[in-house]
């Protein structure tokens, strides 16, 4: 067996042991918007991380007016 076809079959069993782990599910693609950033993330379960996105930036949203900007900028001068 030459190193390539090893490393062939050694990739296809760790693909089908990261399937089994996932309940033979494959991961799926899901864009989510959490602080008006745009998040591309994957998983077995959509529904699931849209709901996690949804909390983490409601979360978020509370957060935001106690993240008012500074008046002093890095360099310790006042912004006028």
């Known amino acids: 067996m ?6 062939a ?3 296809r069993t760790r ?3 990261l399937r089994q782990r996932r309940g ?14 745009i998040y591309h993330l994957r998983g077995t379960d959509p529904a699931h991380i849209e709901r996690l996105a949804a909390l ?3 979360r ?7 993240a008012a ?12």
């Open 2 to 7: 030459t190193e390539e076809t090893a490393n």
């Open 9 to 11: 079959a050694a990739e």
């Open 15 to 17: 693909a089908a042991g």
């Open 24 to 37: 033979g599910r494959r991961a799926e693609a899901v864009s989510v918007d959490i602080y008006d950033q």
């Open 56 to 58: 983490v930036d409601e």
């Open 60 to 66: 978020c949203a509370r957060l935001r007016p106690m």
């Open 69 to 80: 900007p500074s008046t002093r900028c890095a360099c310790r001068c006042w912004r006028r």
